[in-house]
């Protein structure tokens, strides 16, 4: 069994972290797979998905800072559009992250959650879920 469910999200920040932990769920009990695997993909350039802490209200903005530190915005960047910095920090955490279904959830350790990424809005967003198994 194998389904695609796709929601939008509308940022409001330059840079801000959105926990979909939940959305994902949903998804992932409305596709009926008991057991498999579900990837969440966003399909943008200066978006992007990871799963980290979802205890700690700090840890969003530590990771925000950390990866300004890697890559904030230059005056000798080249691109056009003036985001660059945000496809560099898209690259870093990546375009989707592939999690495993146990009981009709994704299998999470117990501070973990599911976050939408953003790095150039606010914007509205997109984030596709694939879900695969028995």
Do not use: Y
């Amino acid at each position: 069994m194998t389904t695609l469910s796709t929601f939008t999200i509308q940022t409001r920040a330059r840079n801000e972290w959105l926990n979909i932990t939940a959305s994902v769920q949903k998804i992932i009990a409305a596709s009926g797979v008991n057991e498999g695997i579900c990837v969440v993909f966003v399909p943008h350039t200066t978006a992007a998905v990871t799963v980290n802490e979802n205890a700690d209200p700090d840890v969003p903005r530590d990771m925000l800072t950390a990866l300004e530190a890697i890559s904030p915005d230059r005056a000798d960047f080249r691109h056009a559009e003036g985001n660059s910095a945000a496809h560099a920090k898209t690259s870093l955490v990546g375009p989707s992250v592939t999690l495993i279904v146990s009981g009709v959830r994704p299998l999470l350790g117990t501070w973990q959650g599911i976050w939408f990424t953003e790095f150039d809005g606010p914007r509205t967003r997109t984030v596709h879920v694939r879900v695969l198994g028995e």
